[in-house]
């Protein structure tokens, strides 16, 4: 079945720090790899995005690259501000089954960014 | 009004009550989805709704009971609920089934459950 693996939290980065969240999947078709942020009090929402190999998603500074000979799709950001605190979701969707409409999340990394 | 809205955003109730959780979106999508958030656990896919047909059950115990009135409104009917049934739940709505598939998935902020 399909899985996505994050890196356990949480994060603590002084802000203008360099960001890393490392991602790693596992999926039987082509998966569309995705993450989403959830701030304080809110629900989730999708940061970026990528639906093949080699593309990069981008948003808001953030950047991730779904490398598909690594099975992984990291999520990094050059410098950070507290307002990026939050807890971020990796998830995939595989669009070769019947379940396409299914996203698989990893547990979630949540990231504290200091003055 | 925001996108998808839920209510309450609190709830505390004993093993022997029944409450519902409401989620309503206005953003004119087909597809409706419960979650359940945990900690440290990844978010856990709970019924589907297209259409108000429901699409998926992903193996919820019976004292989870959904319903979908219209396309608009989901809701999450609980009754002799347990303690381990505390979590955040979370309601979302995409466009269309294959929506999700797209990553294009609207959250709700959820419903903090406590089960006493």
């Known amino acids: 079945g399909n899985s996505v693996t994050q890196m356990e939290g949480p994060v603590t980065l002084s802000e203008e720090a360099f960001l890393t969240i490392n991602c790693t999947y596992t999926a039987t078709g082509y998966p569309s790899l995705f993450w989403y942020v959830q701030y304080p009090g809110e629900g989730l929402q999708l940061l970026l995005k990528a639906t093949k190999a080699d593309d990069k998603g981008s948003n808001k500074g953030f950047e991730a690259t779904y490398r598909k000979e690594t099975t992984s799709f990291h999520l990094e950001k050059g410098s950070v501000q507290v307002s990026d605190s939050a807890v971020y979701f990796c998830a995939l969707s595989d669009s070769s089954g019947a379940g396409s409409y299914q996203l698989t999340f990893g547990k979630g990394t949540k990231l504290s960014v200091i003055p | 009004e925001t996108g998808v809205t839920q209510t309450p955003r609190h709830l505390v109730m004993g093993m022997t009550n029944k409450k519902s959780l409401k989620c309503e979106q206005h953003?004119?999508?087909?597809?409706m989805y419960w979650y359940k958030q945990s900690a440290k656990k990844p978010l856990e896919l709970m019924f589907v709704?297209?259409?108000?047909?429901?699409?998926e059950n992903n193996s919820v115990p019976s004292r989870f009971s959904p319903e979908c009135p219209n396309s608009s409104h989901l809701f999450l009917h609980l009754h002799t609920l347990q303690p381990e049934d505390s979590a955040l739940y979370l309601c979302?709505?995409?466009?269309?089934?294959?929506?999700?598939?797209?990553?294009?998935?609207?959250f709700g902020e959820g419903s903090r459950l406590t089960v006493l």
């Open positions: 953003l004119g999508h087909n597809a």
């Open positions: 979302a709505s995409s466009h269309h089934l294959g929506g999700a598939g797209t990553g294009e998935l609207f």
């Open positions: 709704y297209s259409l108000e047909e429901r699409v």
